[in-house]
């Protein structure tokens, strides 16, 4: 099993900032990507940013220029540092984690419990 544990949630006003985090533990012999997924009332789960081993980076449209995700890769860990929040940002925010367990024959993909982004003036 590959637990995920979020953290940095919380209520924002508009135009502020928060920084997400999720590390990654348990049985891992290497991780593929990490991201953030999101999820508002109402609508489907949709890609916010991941980031894959080597550095690259892909973002939503909606993100691109206010969000950026980074990777310690010592620590299994991402974060996404979001920035000029909107009150659309609202939203569950979910890390996101693929690799594999013990060796290349061994995949994994893992789900954070989620955390609550809320902008609001």
């Known amino acids: 099993q590959v637990q995920l544990v979020e953290s940095g949630g919380g209520l924002v006003q508009p135009g502020g900032s928060l920084r997400l985090s999720c590390a990654a533990s348990?049985?891992?012999?290497?991780?593929?990507?990490m991201g953030w997924y999101r999820q508002a009332p109402g609508k489907q789960r949709e890609l916010v940013a991941r980031?894959?081993?080597?550095?690259?980076?892909n973002y939503a449209d909606s993100v691109k220029g206010r969000f950026t995700i980074s990777r310690d890769n010592a620590e299994n860990t991402v974060y996404l540092q979001m920035n000029s929040l909107k009150p659309e940002d609202t939203a569950v925010y979910y890390c996101?984690?693929?690799?594999?367990?013990?060796?290349?024959?061994?995949?994994?993909?893992?789900w954070g419990q989620g955390t609550q982004v809320t902008v609001s003036s």
């Open positions: 980031i894959i081993t080597g550095g690259s980076t």
């Open positions: 996101n984690a693929a690799g594999y367990y013990s060796d290349y024959t061994d995949p994994f993909r893992s």
């Open positions: 348990g049985s891992i012999f290497s991780i593929n990507f």
